[in-house]
């Protein structure tokens, strides 16, 4: 599967943004789909995973409350919606794909697959 993040910019703290992952192929559905970031000078951590249908999700407490992560199977598409944003959420955003049988969204990096390219989301103070 290929996927296509986008949806990154400025925003100033406080603000909303929206993040979208396109996934190509058909069998989408059978993919957890995570979000991570990657701030400079620190490691890439997860930020949110949703399951198969979207019935279950994960977030990390940092963002819990504040960011959403929603799919649309039919369109291919996982979301993260991010509200009340902070300056710590600048980062490098990236999609992740899990094709393993466990329909629970983990978040250890080394479970996912497939990744996106990245889309930058500035938060200015």
């Known amino acids: 599967v290929q996927l296509q993040a986008s949806g990154g910019g400025l925003v100033q703290t406080g603000g909303s943004m929206r993040l979208s992952c396109a996934a190509s192929?058909?069998?989408?559905?059978?993919?957890?789909m995570g979000w991570f970031r990657q701030a400079p000078g620190k490691e890439r951590e997860f930020v949110a995973g949703?399951?198969?249908?979207?019935?279950?999700?994960n977030y990390a407490d940092s963002v819990k409350g504040r960011f959403t992560i929603s799919r649309d199977n039919g369109k291919n598409t996982v979301y993260l919606q991010m509200n009340s944003l902070e300056p710590e959420d600048t980062a490098v955003y990236y999609c992740?794909?899990?094709?393993?049988?466990?329909?629970?969204?983990?978040?250890?990096?080394?479970?996912?697959?497939?990744w996106g390219q990245g889309t930058l989301v500035t938060v200015s103070s």
């Open positions: 992740a794909a899990d094709s393993g049988s466990v329909n629970y969204p983990r978040r250890t990096d080394r479970e996912y697959d497939y």
């Open positions: 949703i399951s198969w249908s979207g019935g279950r999700t």
């Open positions: 192929g058909r069998t989408f559905s059978s993919y957890i």
